[in-house]
């Protein structure tokens, strides 16, 4: 009976030292507790801060390649622009040859500017209107105005031209025709005016054509003023009239 009792007593004493073993670090539960809490927590933060990471990564490479692909347009646009800025802005300035259709109709705006020659004479043409210092090489100025020439130191005091006589005849005639006739040459045109005994040409030769000049620049367009016995165009090559403004 002893013995049961004390049976008894060692069995209660064993489950009242497991329960104040449990009972005696309830701190250390709530340690673990909040251990695997905090491990938990510092898990999803760092796993929330790699994704935010990683999605504030793509969102700069996208913006960044959104930004390289804008800028890529506009530097194309700009590209762009700038040749048709450049297309419009080309000179348009082929060199313009004489028109020998116009000059038959007295029209010689394809000439208008200045032509010199290599004993120092010059023509200024502007549209339908050519002055000369010297029309004949005999230092006379003249001027045509469409298909009308103008010769002052041949004419009267009426300033129409002058009547002279020529070869003794008693029948005087003009010292010049005002109405100019046209001669068309091979590539060439001429103007002409009869004197008594000689006639004043103007000739247009294209670049290409050099009629019976001597000499000269088959290159580039000619003008020829003589008055003479020959043909229009047969004159050393400081007779000849070059563009040169």
């Not at 800025?85 to 313009?96: L, R």
């Not at 209107?129 to 020439?149: C, H, P, R, W, Y």
């Not at 006739?181 to 103007?202: D, K, M, T, W």
């Amino acid at each position: 009976m002893k013995k049961m009792k004390n049976s008894i007593l060692l069995g209660c004493y064993l489950v009242l030292s497991g329960l104040l073993v449990g009972c005696g670090d309830p701190n250390k539960s709530t340690a673990d507790t909040d251990k695997a809490s905090s491990s938990s927590k510092e898990t999803t933060e760092l796993t929330v801060s790699s994704t935010e990471s990683k999605e504030a990564t793509e969102t700069k490479e996208t913006t960044e390649s959104t930004t390289e692909q804008s800028s890529t347009v506009q530097d194309t646009q700009e590209t762009d622009e700038s040749h048709e800025d450049a297309s419009e802005e080309q000179p348009t300035e082929a060199t313009q040859s004489m028109n020998l259709s116009q000059i038959q109709q007295g029209d010689y705006s394809s000439l208008n500017g200045t032509w010199g020659n290599g004993l120092g004479n010059t023509i200024f043409v502007a549209n339908n209107t050519m002055s000369f210092t010297d029309i004949s090489n005999q230092k006379e100025a003249a001027e045509i105005t469409g298909l009308n020439v103008d010769i002052p130191q041949l004419n009267s005091p009426e300033g129409t031209p002058e009547l002279v006589s020529f070869m003794g005849n008693s029948d005087k005639v003009s010292s010049y025709e005002q109405q100019l006739g046209i001669e068309e040459n091979q590539g060439f045109v001429s103007l002409r005016s009869n004197l008594p005994g000689a006639v004043i040409y103007v000739s247009f030769l294209p670049k290409g054509t050099m009629g019976d000049i001597l000499e000269g620049d088959t290159e580039r367009d000619k003008i020829v003023a003589v008055g003479t016995q020959n043909t229009a165009t047969s004159v050393r090559a400081d007779y000849v009239y070059y563009k040169i403004d």
